[in-house]
């Protein structure tokens, strides 16, 4: 019954901005440690940046840190990436993700980890 629907992606030029959602149902985005994931084409599903559960501590991967910002709306039940200064190797398809329980909080960058994925939102950021 858990459902992630991700949205926001777009085009937009090199420097600019998008915000990413990911709405959730069935589960609790604040119960679960939750992440975005991106891909390119050709390329492997890479992780991007992550929200843990219940106290909120992110982690990002060094080449979006201090660009991108995740945080989610309890009350909405829905996590969002902020995207500012954006640069063209951003370009990919970003996913948002539902990480297992029966992990830890560490490798929040393994793939593996996750059960839930949405559909995918495509961003394209032009030079």
């Known amino acids: 019954q858990v459902q992630l629907v991700d949205s926001g992606g777009g085009l937009v030029q090199a420097g600019g901005s998008l915000r990413l959602s990911c709405a959730a149902t069935g589960d609790t985005v604040s119960s679960r440690t939750m992440a975005w994931f991106r891909q390119a084409p050709g390329k492997e599903r890479d992780f991007v940046a992550a929200i843990r559960r219940n106290d909120g501590a992110t982690y990002y991967r060094d080449s979006v840190k201090g660009r991108f910002t995740i945080s989610r709306d309890n009350a909405k039940n829905t996590v969002y990436l902020q995207m500012n200064s954006l640069k063209p190797e951003d370009t990919a398809v970003y996913y948002c993700?539902?990480?297992?329980?029966?992990?830890?909080?560490?490798?929040?960058?393994?793939?593996?980890?996750?059960?839930?994925w949405g559909q995918g939102t495509q961003v394209t950021v032009s030079s």
């Open positions: 993700a539902r990480r297992s329980r029966i992990y830890l909080s560490s490798n929040w960058d393994a793939k593996n980890t996750y059960d839930y």
